[in-house]
């Protein structure tokens, strides 16, 4: 038995290549960072401020900040594919409960599209939505905030986002909670 002969040695790449092809791995990988990070303060802006939006940004409907924030869900989803070591931990997290889960996602769907509740179809979406799409928050979350320089600024924009709010909310309810005085004139209140 021979062996083959090996028509030429392998050619190592030069230094300067391969310093150059690791520069382009590390900018593509900055690049997903960032889009990563900027995903994750709009998704949790989408979250938090809803309520917000529909109370002062009356002009636009209220079922379009109902529904921007599972948009950006599904956007994650589909936009940044799922880490390799993001599924196991999923399976054993669901391990207990993926079949019941699978059944009762598909007992939902049977029952959105029994023929008794046509018209109540929509409404059977809806529940549908609110009921089996957060449950893929936990691995496109997970998915997202598995880098530590992702991890990094989601802190900063929750720490941000939680600041702007108290600045907003705090002094508000601050004045409002002030004891008026007793020399007050016309005060209807008297605190003696």
Known sequence: MSTPAISAA??????????????????????????KSRWFAFFLCSICFEGMGRKYLSFIPGEAFYFLKDIVLIYGLVSFPLDPRIKPIMKVMFRPFHVVLGMAFLISVVQILNAGFRESFMLGILGLRAYWLWWLAIPVVANILISPVVRRRAILAMAYVTRWWLSRSVPPAVRGCRRPSASSPGSPVSWS
């Open 10 to 35: 392998p050619v190592p790449l030069s230094k300067e290549k391969a310093a150059a092809a690791k520069s382009i791995a590390q900018a593509r990988q900055d690049l997903l960072d960032r889009r």
